[in-house]
């Protein structure tokens, strides 16, 4: 599978963005799906996770409340909702595919798509 995030971009502090990630391949539906961000000189950090049907959703503490993760596996693609940004939510945001582990452990992740920018401007 091959995933490709979108929607980045250029934001002010309490705005909102919508981050899409599409999948190619016929099996997206199989697969459990998770964002992570990394900023620069950071390590990579967990945002969320999204299970196979949508029903099971997990939510770093800094996010919770403030962003929502869901997919429509008809059109391939895992959404990221971000409302209320912060200065401190600037960074490289992936998506992945969740094979193994712990939701929150990037290592359990594969098929990294190439990152999306989010700037949040104080």
């Known amino acids: 599978v091959q995933l490709q995030a979108s929607g980045g971009g250029l934001v002010q502090a309490g705005g909102s963005l919508r981050l899409s990630c599409a999948a190619s391949g016929r099996t997206f539906s199989s697969y459990d799906m998770g964002w992570f961000r990394q900023a620069p000189g950071k390590e990579r950090e967990f945002v969320a996770a999204v299970g196979r049907r949508d029903t099971s959703i997990y939510y770093a503490d800094s996010v919770k409340g403030r962003f929502t993760s869901s997919r429509d596996n008809a059109k391939n693609t895992m959404y990221l909702q971000m409302n209320s940004l912060k200065p401190e939510d600037t960074a490289v945001y992936y998506c992945?595919?969740?094979?193994?582990?712990?939701?929150?452990?990037?290592?359990?992740?594969?098929?990294w798509g190439q990152g999306t920018l989010v700037t949040v401007s104080s």
């Open positions: 992945a595919v969740w094979n193994r582990g712990y939701y929150s452990d990037y290592r359990g992740y594969d098929y």
